[in-house]
């Protein structure tokens, strides 16, 4: 049997890009002034092996503040979305932001 190696392809980083992410209010609660970039969990979305996802598929999650557990973290821990909705919520997130990022432009 013959294998192929295939060269891995650098995920997109952009911290302009983060930046424009974070200054939105979190998708989730609809908080403003406590955003951070989220990063799309799962392998689906190129995440794994001490990689994050690429920068264009983030969307922007709130910290955590005092007395208030943020979504970035809930997020993270996988307590934020059941796990049957997390790739069709993530993709919707992930469109929201893009929408959200050209309208800024425009």
């Not at 294998?3 to 939105?24: G, T, W």
């Not at 799962?42 to 598929?57: E, V």
Request: glycine share 6%; charged share 20%; with cysteine.
């Amino acid at each position: 049997m013959t294998y192929v190696s295939y060269p891995k392809l650098k995920p997109y980083r952009n911290e302009a890009y983060r930046r424009k992410v974070a200054s939105l209010p979190c998708v989730n609660c609809g908080i403003s002034g406590f955003s951070q970039c989220a990063h799309a969990n799962g392998h689906l979305f190129g995440k794994g092996g001490a990689r994050k996802a690429d920068d264009l598929q983030s969307f922007p999650l709130c910290c955590t503040r005092p007395m208030q557990v943020g979504c970035h973290a809930l997020f993270d821990q996988y307590k934020l979305i059941p796990a049957d909705e997390l790739e069709s919520t993530v993709r919707r997130w992930i469109h929201w932001t893009h929408t959200a990022i050209a309208n800024q432009r425009a």
